[in-house]
């Protein structure tokens, strides 16, 4: 399975050769074997690609990252068709049972909580914090109507980053959180399209201008990911393309999921493959959690 997380800081040339992502730059060419890579992100704007190196990532279902002139994530490569038979599922997408989606989206949020609260016990947040974020996930009801996504993120964020933190306001840490949440969300983008289905049409999420709906909602359990990611960046000015780097590199990092440790993107495909489906088969009990390893 793909694991290579590639980035392309600088002016180059991208190219196809035997299999072969060709990066060639100004000083020096490099190699790397396509089939080894699960990730492309092109940061510079001053770089080339080739048409026939673009059709061979997206036959492959590697997900292409391109970066705006301000060196953040500003849009992807999405094929058409990953799956030869992405029309059946994307009917059967539009056909999902209003109950199963309602507790699918319940249990997402649950989930969500449940690894924030863990995550600031790793960290050795007073005990009282993670514990009432814990409360707001035994607490939930159907559809999160009373909103206990949002108190627990109001408390949760104002541990990780202070109490004047907040997610509305330009910082660095915002800008580390939001260029972490683009990577993530652009490797759930690869795994739903290469199942087959549509990342229009969601679960939670039915925003007109949003083409990725569905992978929003899906994305959620990995925030904390991101977040405890971006706590161990020395804080800076400005984002440095080194954090970006270690950022972009959290896909290899490793959590256990089935009994199993995978990297994160590999870890993020399996948990998609479970939501998919729970959904399909109107049964909740197919979803998948994920852990973090010990």
């Known amino acids: 399975m793909s694991w290579r997380v590639v980035v392309v800081s600088s002016r180059s040339k991208l190219e196809l050769k035997l299999g072969y992502l060709v990066v060639r730059g100004v000083d020096e060419t490099k190699r790397i074997l396509l089939d080894d890579i699960s990730v492309l992100l092109v940061e510079n704007t001053g770089c080339v690609m080739s048409a026939a190196l673009l059709e061979a990532l997206w036959e492959r279902k590697i997900a292409v990252i391109l970066c705006d002139s301000h060196h953040n994530p500003g849009a992807q490569i999405i094929p058409f068709q990953a799956s030869y038979e992405s029309s059946a599922r994307i009917y059967v997408q539009t056909c999902w049972d209003e109950c199963a989606k309602e507790a699918v989206w319940t249990e997402i949020v649950r989930d969500k909580i449940s690894k924030q609260a863990l995550m600031l016990k790793k960290h050795d947040v007073d005990s009282d914090v993670w514990m009432k974020l814990l409360d707001y996930a035994s607490e939930i009801e159907s ?32 800008d580390a959180l939001n260029y972490g949440y683009s990577v993530i969300l652009s490797a759930v983008n690869r795994s739903v399209v290469a199942h087959g289905y549509s990342t229009q049409i969601g679960i ?14 899906i994305m959620e359990p990995f925030r904390p990911l991101v977040d405890e990611k971006v706590l161990s960046l ?31 993107i590999n870890a993020i495909d399996i948990y998609v493959c479970g939501i998919l489906n729970a959904l399909d088969s109107s049964d909740p009990s197919k979803m998948v959690q994920w852990q973090y390893e010990e």
């Not at 999160?144 to 306001?169: C, M, Q, W």
């Not at 954090?243 to 990297?263: A, C, F, P, Q, Y």
């Open 204 to 217: 939670f999420h039915h925003n007109t201008f949003n083409p990725f709906n569905l992978s929003s909602d």
């Open 143 to 174: 559809c999160d109507v009373t909103n206990r996504e949002g108190h627990a993120a109001k408390v949760y964020f104002n541990a990780l980053f202070g109490s004047p933190f907040s997610r509305r306001e330009p910082s660095f840490f915002n």
């Open 234 to 264: 020395p804080i800076e000015e400005e984002l440095t393309s080194e954090s970006k780097h270690r950022i972009v590199n959290l896909l290899n990092d490793r959590i256990m999921i089935r009994g199993r440790s995978e990297t994160i």
